[in-house]
């Protein structure tokens, strides 16, 4: 197999550059508070960097926040130099977004590197540009020769574990960053609103974690307020933005971006709270998340609102973006014997089915922000994800991946596989009829990592009911082990362009690979 090598291309090494320098997380103080001040001097500034999201072959999305009102302007070309440049005029940023913008970009080359930089105008005299921020990514390729490779993990800010300058912060972006990948899948859990960062805690050993610290992020996120300023906590992490500048993003989102363990129309019961309709909290949060991350879906691109999405890369990758948290129905022991409602929600349930049916690319990628097979508690008789621990036929919100399972054996949709993080280590399940309770399905594979900066916890018993079996697994052996004390995780899917071939790789920061396995393409199970 021909793999490209995994340290970053001459392109793309040159565009880190100049312009795309920024402070480290504790130079930039003054980009901690809630909001711009409107009396600042000088021109407008864009100190939380740049990011590209839902990249395409032919269009993508840029986004930018601003200190200040002012217009978002971007510029792509085929070179740093920026010659024979192509200008695009973007929104005008202000408190209605919290001074953030997405400008899509639209007609873009096939496979090409994409270097772009992003100008704030002031509205009242647009001559007025603060200093240019700039970026780079690759649209998905027309043929498939030059193969694909992308990184996937979740779980940010977790537990109050936070941006510890005593290590240098979130280090694993700049691991992740020097792999060069074509884009990186985030799988939820990007941040912890729930979560409040405390400015130190100490440690089994006696030894002293430090955190950096914002007024929004000292609480639970209630407000619109503190749930932006829990999305642009992890933006004062000198690794993730100048990550953010060379990779492109798919994201999706899970149940710590508003509260653990949600679910539609929960009320809760937790004194830290003192808006207890889960509902309300929702909203607040999808607002903000799409205000700080490029989603093509999300308003204003879509106003549908949907996270579940498909994001075709070339005739190698499909990704198919599943939302498992605002469909769901009420956690439960989740024993029904008929439950249409399950994990996914109907429509959702029906749009997988059509579009892994239409889809001709040699791998279908579901990004699930839960796993299948692992039993995920929500308290102490009821359940979070799909499994129960109850090993016989399928109940509950088994049912519904039951349906998709045999809609994929039964239509022979070929080169599907699972990637999935959430429980807080890394593994490897191979799912088999010929173990399993319920036999109509072909075999398939999930692969689990993470988390990027958050507490690790022991791994989670299996379900029976699609025959898994673990063929790896690295977890700590407590819960709730701090990044000093146990390895983050992420994942590398690398898919070879002249045999299709495809191979993951889990990994631990530090640069060591845990597992790896491969697997050939045109299977309707592997």
């Known amino acids: 197999m021909s793999h490209r090598q995994p340290s970053p291309s001459p392109r793309r090494r040159s565009v880190l550059r100049g312009s795309l320098a920024v402070p480290a997380a504790l130079a930039v103080p003054a980009l901690a508070g809630a909001a711009p001040a409107f009396a600042l001097s000088g021109r407008p500034k864009a100190g939380w960097g740049v990011q590209a999201g839902d990249?395409?072959?032919?269009?993508?999305?840029?986004?930018?926040?601003?200190?200040?009102?002012?217009?978002?302007?971007?510029?792509?070309?085929?070179?740093?130099?920026?010659?024979?440049?192509?200008?695009?005029?973007?929104?005008?940023?202000?408190?209605?977004?919290?001074?953030?913008?997405?400008?899509?970009?639209?007609?873009?080359?096939?496979?090409?590197?994409?270097?772009?930089?992003?100008?704030?105008?002031?509205?009242?005299?647009?001559?007025?540009?603060?200093?240019?921020?700039?970026?780079?990514?690759r649209t998905s390729p027309k043929?498939?020769?030059?193969?694909?490779?992308?990184?996937?993990?979740?779980?940010?800010?977790?537990?109050?574990?936070?941006?510890?300058?005593?290590?240098?912060?979130?280090?694993?972006?700049?691991?992740?960053?020097?792999r060069d990948p074509d884009f990186f899948l985030c799988s939820g859990d990007t941040i912890y609103a729930d979560g409040p960062i405390q400015p130190s805690v100490t440690l089994p050993d006696g030894s002293v974690w430090r955190n950096v610290t914002t007024e929004e992020k000292s609480k639970v996120a209630e407000s619109l307020t503190e749930f932006r300023g829990a999305f642009r906590?992890?933006?004062?992490?000198?690794?993730?933005?100048?990550?953010?500048?060379?990779?492109?993003?798919?994201?999706?989102?899970?149940?710590?971006?508003?509260?653990?363990?949600?679910?539609?129309?929960?009320?809760?019961?937790?004194?830290?709270?003192?808006?207890?309709?889960?509902?309300?909290?929702?909203?607040?949060?999808?607002?903000?998340?799409?205000?700080?991350?490029?989603?093509?879906?999300?308003?204003?691109?879509?106003?549908?609102?949907?996270?579940?999405?498909?994001?075709?890369?070339?005739?190698?990758?499909?990704?198919?973006?599943?939302?498992?948290?605002?469909?769901?129905?009420?956690?439960?022991?989740?024993?029904?014997?008929?439950?249409?409602?399950?994990?996914?929600?109907?429509?959702?349930?029906?749009?997988?089915?059509?579009?892994?049916?239409?889809?001709?690319?040699?791998?279908?990628?579901?990004?699930?922000?839960?796993?299948?097979?692992?039993?995920?508690?929500?308290?102490?008789?009821?359940?979070?994800?799909?499994?129960?621990?109850?090993?016989?036929?399928?109940?509950?919100?088994?049912?519904q991946i039951a349906e998709l399972l045999r809609h994929i054996k039964h239509r022979k949709i070929t080169g599907t596989l699972w990637l999935t993080a959430d429980v807080h280590y890394t593994s490897a399940q191979h799912y088999d009829p010929s173990r399993a309770a319920f036999q109509d399905f072909a075999p398939f594979w999930e692969f689990v990592s993470g988390p990027l900066a958050a507490g690790g916890f022991p791994a989670t018993k299996l379900d029976g009911t699609f025959g898994p079996e673990q063929k790896f697994v690295k977890a700590p052996s407590r819960a709730n082990t701090s990044p000093a004390e146990t390895p983050q995780y992420f994942g590398e899917v690398d898919i070879d362009g002249d045999s299709g071939e495809l191979t993951v790789r889990l990994r631990q920061e530090g640069g060591g690979v845990l597992f790896t396995q491969a697997l050939r393409p045109g299977r309707v199970g592997q």
Request: aromatic residues 10%; glycine residues 10%; charged residues 30%.
């Open 233 to 399: 906590y992890n933006l004062l992490d000198e690794n993730l933005r100048r990550f953010n500048a060379q990779v492109p993003s798919i994201v999706q989102w899970d149940d710590h971006e508003v509260r653990n363990n949600w679910y539609p129309g929960q009320i809760l019961d937790d004194a830290r709270y003192t808006e207890k309709d889960v509902n309300v909290l929702a909203r607040r949060s999808v607002r903000a998340f799409s205000e700080y991350f490029p989603v093509s879906t999300l308003p204003p691109g879509d106003e549908d609102g949907r996270m579940y999405r498909v994001l075709r890369h070339g005739p190698l990758l499909d990704v198919f973006v599943l939302d498992m948290r605002s469909y769901r129905n009420a956690n439960s022991p989740n024993r029904q014997s008929d439950d249409t409602t399950g994990i996914l929600g109907a429509r959702q349930l029906t749009w997988l089915k059509r579009e892994l049916s239409r889809s001709r690319a040699v791998w279908k990628v579901i990004a699930s922000d839960m796993p299948l097979g692992l039993v995920v508690p929500d308290g102490r008789t009821n359940f979070e994800a799909v499994a129960q621990g109850d090993p016989g036929a399928p109940l509950g919100r088994e049912l």
């Open 55 to 137: 990249v395409t072959a032919h269009a993508g999305l840029v986004w930018v926040r601003s200190d200040r009102p002012a217009r978002m302007v971007v510029e792509t070309s085929a070179t740093e130099s920026f010659r024979d440049a192509r200008r695009w005029r973007g929104p005008l940023l202000g408190p209605d977004t919290d001074f953030t913008g997405t400008t899509r970009l639209r007609g873009l080359p096939a496979g090409e590197q994409i270097h772009y930089r992003v100008l704030l105008q002031d509205p009242d005299d647009p001559r007025r540009t603060g200093e240019p921020v700039t970026g780079t990514f």
């Open 143 to 178: 043929g498939r020769k030059e193969g694909v490779r992308f990184l996937w993990s979740g779980d940010i800010a977790g537990q109050g574990w936070g941006i510890n300058p005593d290590r240098g912060g979130y280090r694993v972006f700049e691991e992740m960053r020097r």
